[in-house]
Every structure is written in structure tokens, then in C-alpha cells.
């Protein structure tokens, strides 16, 4: 008898969670901009509308960046790879500057990447074909 109770609450809350609204979530992908540089953290900045969605939203701080500059760290956001994987390393060129004065040899860089790796862009578009 009690098992049959569990299962009967188990499947109204699983159907009850499915009912449920999708949230709402705004992503912010923003380069070199630090913990202190917002107006939250430190007074001398004004940033009333990021402020705005810190107070009636969630602020997570347990976090980090999956690469050290914007265009491999944004490849690994939308793709859910590491670098090695979709092969985007540095914005450009690895092979930049002075060879003479280089302190690391170059690797075989992608600057973008490969149409066939699902996104969350593409997912996006793949969830509204499928409701059509």
C-alpha cells in the first residue's frame, strides 16, 4: 500500500513539473568584465540595469571561464566542449607577433566552429522546428 502511494505522489509531481512554465533565463557573456566592475560590488560604477536583474534574479559566483580569452571561451559556452574538442584556441591566429620573441609554438587554430556541433543556438532552432 505504501509503495503505491509513493509511486502515485512520484508520478503527480513528475507530471505536475512538466506542466510547468519554462523559465526564463538571460545568459550574459561579457568580456573582461570583472566581479568588482559592476554596481553592485563597487559604487564607483553605474550599472543600474545589470543591477536591476542581480536584485530580481539569481547572481551565481561559483563559477569560472572555460578559456583565457572570449573566442575559445564562447566556443565551449555554446558548444559544451572544451578547446582540445572543437578546436577554437585564441581569437585568430596562434601565430601572432614576433617569432623571434614567441614564448609558445603555435597550434592549429579554428575560428569558428564546425556547423555539424549542436549549440544552444541550434538547439533552439531545432525545439521551435520541432513544435511546427
Known amino acids: 500500500m ?13 507530471f505536475h513539473v512538466l506542466a510547468m512554465e519554462k523559465p526564463n533565463i538571460v545568459m550574459i557573456i561579457a568580456d573582461d568584465l570583472g566581479v568588482m566592475d559592476v554596481g553592485f560590488n563597487n559604487p564607483k560604477y553605474r550599472t543600474p540595469h545589470i543591477d536591476r536583474l542581480r536584485a530580481e534574479g539569481m547572481l551565481f559566483t561559483q563559477a569560472y571561464a572555460p578559456a583565457a580569452n572570449c573566442a575559445p571561451s564562447r566556443a565551449c559556452v555554446f558548444s559544451g566542449q572544451y578547446s582540445p574538442r572543437h578546436g577554437v584556441y585564441t581569437v585568430g591566429s596562434s601565430e601572432r607577433g ?7 609554438i603555435p597550434v592549429k587554430n579554428t575560428v569558428h566552429l564546425n556547423p555539424d556541433i549542436l549549440t544552444l543556438r541550434s538547439e533552439e532552432r531545432f525545439s521551435r522546428n520541432a513544435e511546427t
Open 2 to 14: 505504501e509503495r503505491s502511494v509513493s509511486i502515485i505522489i512520484f508520478t503527480s509531481l513528475f
Open 98 to 104: 614576433n617569432p623571434q620573441y614567441r614564448k609558445i
